[in-house]
């Protein structure tokens, strides 16, 4: 069975400040693949990211990056300079790869992380 | 490129009464999911199809839920009779395929409250 762990329940911080989001997940699945999603007051679940199981290269777009450590089973996430705008509710996510558990692509979720970004 | 659509985006019911939801996905897309959303908690799957037929309803509650996906387009999800813990947001996705990894796209949900 898959799990994942986001052990913030919710950050607070000031404009241009940085933080960083912890996502730890388990499976037994030798292919598998994390995301992460934001899920913003209007609800939609908005696609940030995705990393497979086989590459662990760092991930960096804008003021956003990610980092994916397969030895601690962790794929954090980093705002840089974070804006008001970024103010949401941060998911982290696991699929794995086989058909054969369930209907294939099943996410499973964390139990998000509230950021609160203030002026 | 349209999102996923679905409605209504608010539905407020009394408990032992019936609802549904209305989804329609992202064109071409052959797999739909239906994600339950309770205060608090991450999405979780509920069903799953690939076209119009189901490949994953292990956690879809089957005494008071259901679903379809006639002519693998749109799907409605449906409760009858609801229950107080039915309360929370109904999120549907697409994606291309149901290959691990696939992107799944999420409509704006439907939140539903039962008093």
């Known amino acids: 069975a898959q799990k994942v762990t986001q052990a913030q329940t919710e950050i607070s911080v000031v404009e241009k400040e940085d933080v960083t989001l912890d996502c730890v997940y388990e499976?037994?699945?030798?292919?598998?693949?994390l995301f992460w999603y934001k899920q913003p007051p209007s609800g939609e679940l908005v696609f940030l990211i995705r990393r497979n199981s086989f590459d662990e290269q760092n991930e960096i777009s804008g003021r956003y990056s990610w980092n994916f450590q397969k030895s601690t089973s962790s794929f954090n996430f980093t705002i840089t300079a974070s804006q008001v705008v970024d103010s949401a509710v941060y998911f982290c996510a696991l699929s794995v790869s086989t058909i054969l558990t369930g209907g294939g692509n099943k996410l499973t979720f964390g139990t998000g992380t509230q950021l609160k970004v203030e002026l | 490129e349209a999102g996923v659509a679905q409605s209504p985006r608010y539905k407020i019911i009394e408990k032992r009464q019936s609802v549904a939801f209305w989804c329609n996905p992202i064109s071409g897309h052959a797999t739909l999911y239906w994600y339950q959303q309770i205060l608090g908690q991450g999405p979780k799957l509920l069903i799953q199809f690939q076209n119009n037929g189901v490949v994953d309803d292990s956690q879809l509650p089957k005494d008071r839920f259901s679903a379809e996906r006639l002519k693998g387009v749109d799907s409605t999800l449906k409760i009858q009779p609801a229950k107080l813990e039915d309360s929370a947001v109904y999120l549907c996705?697409?994606?291309?395929?149901?290959?691990?990894?696939?992107?799944?796209?999420f409509g704006q949900g439907t939140r539903l409250t039962v008093v």
């Open positions: 996705a697409s994606s291309l395929d149901r290959v691990g990894g696939t992107e799944a796209f």
């Open positions: 499976t037994r699945d030798t292919t598998y693949y």
